[in-house]
C-alpha cells in the first residue's frame, strides 16, 4: 500500500507543481502588463494587483504542499544522534501524525471560510471569496496528504537520512 501512495503522492506533487508554475506565470505577465501600462502609456488597469495578490495566496499554499512532500518542513535536528534509529521513526511518525491533526483542522475550518466568503465578492474582479478562499483547504489538504504518506513511511520503513535541509523543492 505504501508503493502506490507513494506513487500517488509523486503525481499529486508533479500536477501541483505544474499548476504552481502556471500560476505564476500569470502572475509575472499580469504584473508585467501593469507596469508596462503604468510607466509607458500613463494608464493602469484596476485588477492586476488584486489578480496577482490572490493568485499568490494559492502559488503559497500548493508549494507549501511540495514542500511538505519533500520533507522540507523547518526542524530541530539538533537531538537526533541521541535517540535509537527505529524510535527515531517512531517520534518522527507522531510529530507527523499532530501536524495531521492539525491540518486537517485547517481544512474543515478553511472550507467553513470558503463557504462563508460565497456571500463576498472580490471588488474588481466580481468573482466570489469562495474561489480565493478555498486556497487554504484545497493546500491544507494536499499537505494533510503528504503527511500521512511520510508517517506512514516512517512507520514502516523507519526514519529516511535526508542529510543536510537543503531545499529539494522546485516549484
Do not use: C
Not at 144 to 160: E, K, Q, T, W
Request: hydrophobic content about 60%; charged content about 15%.
Amino acid at each position: 500500500m505504501l508503493p502506490l501512495l507513494e506513487r500517488l503522492a509523486t503525481v499529486l506533487s508533479w500536477v501541483t507543481s505544474a499548476v504552481a508554475r502556471v500560476l505564476l506565470l500569470i502572475i509575472f505577465g499580469v504584473l508585467f502588463l501593469q507596469v508596462v501600462l503604468r510607466y509607458a502609456f500613463g494608464f493602469s488597469l484596476p485588477w492586476p494587483e488584486e489578480v496577482s495578490r490572490y493568485l499568490m495566496v494559492w502559488v503559497v499554499m500548493l508549494a507549501g504542499s511540495l514542500l511538505v512532500r519533500d520533507d522540507q518542513l523547518v526542524r530541530v535536528d539538533f537531538f537526533d544522534h541521541f535517540w535509537p534509529q527505529r524510535l527515531l521513526g517512531y517520534r518522527n511518525a507522531a510529530f507527523r501524525l499532530l501536524l495531521a491533526a492539525m491540518l486537517a483542522v485547517l481544512v474543515w475550518k478553511g472550507f467553513e471560510n470558503a463557504l462563508f466568503g460565497q456571500r463576498r465578492q472580490a471588488v474588481t474582479l466580481g468573482i466570489s471569496f469562495f474561489w480565493i478562499y478555498l486556497s487554504v483547504p484545497v493546500g491544507a489538504a494536499l499537505m494533510l496528504f503528504h503527511m500521512l504518506v511520510l508517517a506512514l513511511r516512517d512507520l514502516i520503513r523507519g526514519p529516511v537520512d535526508t542529510g543536510p535541509s537543503i531545499l529539494n523543492s522546485e516549484i
